[in-house]
C-alpha cells in the first residue's frame, strides 16, 4: 500500500530538509591535487570491492558541482549535507593543499548563492595514506592530525558553514574497518578495533576542543544506529543481541554523553584498550550543539557459541529488503530517535543526517521510476514526525544521497541516490523520487 506524502508543512516551521553526500563518493580523488587515500589502496587490493572500482572519478562532483548545487535548489531543499577531503585538504596528512581548500570554498559559496544551509562534515572515511602508514586509527597521533585538519578548514570555511560534524559513522570507521574488514583499511584484528573505537572518540573530541577553541558555533558529531533485536526469546539470543546493541548503538553515544563505554563491550575489548584510555574521556564527553542520527535498518541476532567474542550471527528477517539487502524498518527510526531523547540527550537538537535505500534503477526512455524508494521515504519521514510528537527535538532530514555514486566496497552497483548517473557518460536525471519530494516540499501550495 502507497505511503502517503506528507509536506514540509507537516513539520514544524524552520525544519530543515536536505540531502546528503560525501567527497570521496563523488568528487573525484583524481583531481584538484587530492592525495592517495587509504581508499585508494584499499580498492586496489583484489577482492575488496566490486570490479575493483574506485573514487578516482566518481560523479566528477569536483567540476560538475554548480550543476548538482542547482539539483539541490531545484527539488526545494534547504541544506546539503557535504564532507571536506582529508585527502584533498592534506595530500600527505599535515601540509595544506591551496587548489583543495580553494575548491570547498568556491562550493560553499555556490550553495549560499542557491539558498542551500552549508552542513559540513569533517571525515567522511578518507584518509591519507600517509597518515596511514603510520597505522591510521590504531595510532593515537593521528588524533592529533584530524585536530589540526579540523582547524585548518575551519579557518577557511567556519565563518560560512550552518554546522560541523566532526566524524561520520565512527562504527563504520573503527569497527566495519578494522574488525570484519569490510572498509578501508580493511583488517581483522580486534587490538586495532579496540583502539580505533577509541580513537575515533578521542579525534572527535580533540576537534571540538580546537574549534571551540577559535569560537566556532554548532559542533556535532554523526553516529549511525542499527536496530537490534533477537531473534528468539532464548536468554543467549537476547543476550548478543543486548551486546550488539552495545557494539553499535551505545558504544559511541554513552562515551559522548555520559563518559563511559558499556561493561559488556569492554568485556571483549578491554584487554586490547591503549593504556590509560580512561583518562581520555573528558575530551570525548564534552558538550555538543546537536546530534546527527543515521538510520537505515534493523537486524535479528542470535548466539553462536561457535565463534569468538562477540559469538553472535544474522538470522534473516521476513520484512521487504532494499538492494543492499538491507529490511526496510522505519519504526527503528522512530524507536532511535526518541530514546536518544529520553536516555541520552535530552532536549538537544537532533537532525536525522542520513535515511536511505539502494535500488536497482533503470533509466528507461529518459526517465527513472522508483516507487518503492519515494514509499521509504515516506514511510521513515512519518517515523521523524511521529517521534517529533513523542517529544524528539528533532531539527532536520537528510536523505541519503543526492546522487547515484560510489558505494564504498560495493563499487557503482548499488545507487542510493534521488538522481540516477549514468557512470560512463556522468549524466544526471532525477528520479521520480526527486520530483516527488520536490513536490513535497514546494513552498507555494
Known sequence: MPIPPLSRFDFP????????TAAYQIEGSAFGGCGPSHWDTFSATPGNVVRAENGARACDHYHQWPADLDLLQAANLDGYRF???WSRVMPDGVKVNPEGIDFYDRLVDGMLARGLKPFQTLYHWEMPSALADKGGWANRDTCHRFADFSE????RLGDRVASIATVNEPWCVAWLSHFMGIHAPGLRDIRATARAMHHILLAHGLAV???RGLGQPNLGIVLNFDHASPATNNPKDQAVSDLWDGIFNRWFIEAITRQTYPSAVLDGLGPHMPENWQDDMPIIGQKLDWLGVNYYTRHLHAHDATAPWPSLKDVPGTL????????????GLHH?????????????????????????DQL?????TDAVREDFLFSHLA????AIADGANVKGFFYWSLLDNYEWAEGYEKRFGLVHVDFDTLVRTPKSSYHALARALARNE
Open 13 to 20: 516551521p524552520g525544519f530543515v530538509f536536505g540531502a546528503a
Open 83 to 85: 564532507s571536506t577531503s
Open 152 to 155: 585548518a578548514i575551519t579557518r
Open 209 to 211: 576542543e580546537r574549534l
Open 320 to 331: 521487504p529488503r532494499t538492494q543492499m539487502g538491507w529490511e526496510i524498518y522505519p519504526e
Open 336 to 360: 532511535f530517535l526518541t530514546r536518544l531523547s529520553r536516555d541520552y540527550v535530552g532536549d538537544l537538537p537532533i537532525y536525522v543526517t542520513e535515511n536511505g535505500m539502494a535500488n536497482a
Open 364 to 368: 528507461q526512455d529518459g526517465t527513472v
Open 383 to 386: 517515523a521523524t514526525k511521529r
